[in-house]
């Protein structure tokens, strides 16, 4: 009698793992299946590297960036959150051609630095990237001469998209705040 109720219980287990197993592949398939990469334009990853220049504008008649959060104490860039709809070009003049904008918007998240959280996606307007985008986020620490921040997606040409942008200010203006910023950008795709 007890190697029955031993044969029962292990029957029993192995009903009830087979039953989860059936009831967990059965809530997964009805949200996610698998595609294949070919069906997408999966096949081949890209690496292509994008140089331009972005020009943060917060003075004048037309900003391009404004402040839309102030912080609670004047004494401190701390908390401060500006929007951004910034020019990209081709080189570093404001007047030399431009190829795409940056919206997005960066907030200073340090208390000890001038660091912050920045989140842009840069938007193409020129040749068969007219309308792709790439979008980063990540750290930026101001006053470091070179800044990494990832590449974490994109749209268009860029979807999958990974990667690493690398910034350098090229010029600041302390009494305007206006800033142009050399970016690099490598980027996989497909």
């Known amino acids: 009698m007890a190697a029955i109720s031993a044969l029962h219980i292990f029957a029993i287990s192995i009903l009830i793992s087979f039953m989860a197993i059936q009831f967990t592949l059965a809530e997964e398939y009805e949200f ?3 595609i294949d990469r070919k069906a997408i ?3 081949k990853q890209k690496l292509s590297h994008f140089r ?3 020009h943060d504008i917060v003075s004048g008649h037309n900003p391009t960036s404004i ?3 102030q912080p609670p104490k004047n004494t401190t860039t701390f ?3 500006n929007v951004v709809d910034n020019p990209l070009t081709l080189g570093p003049e404001l007047s030399s051609k431009m190829i795409g904008r940056s919206e997005g918007f960066y907030a ?5 630095e001038v660091a912050l959280l920045v989140t842009m996606n840069f938007v193409f ?3 068969k990237y007219n309308g792709s985008t790439i979008t980063v986020l ?3 620490p101001v006053f470091d001469k070179v800044r990494e921040m990832p590449v974490i997606g994109g749209s268009g040409l860029f979807r999958f998209a990974n990667g690493y942008a690398q910034a350098r200010t090229y010029t600041f203006d302390p009494n305007t705040r206006d800033a142009t910023v050399e970016y690099n950008i490598f980027v996989m795709h497909y």
């Open 125 to 127: 307007h020129e040749g």
């Open 79 to 81: 908390g401060v959150l």
């Open 108 to 112: 200073s998240t340090s208390l000890e």
């Open 41 to 43: 334009k999966l096949t």
């Open 67 to 69: 402040t839309v959060v």
């Open 138 to 140: 990540g750290r930026n």
């Open 32 to 34: 996610v299946k698998s």
């Open 52 to 54: 331009f220049f972005w």
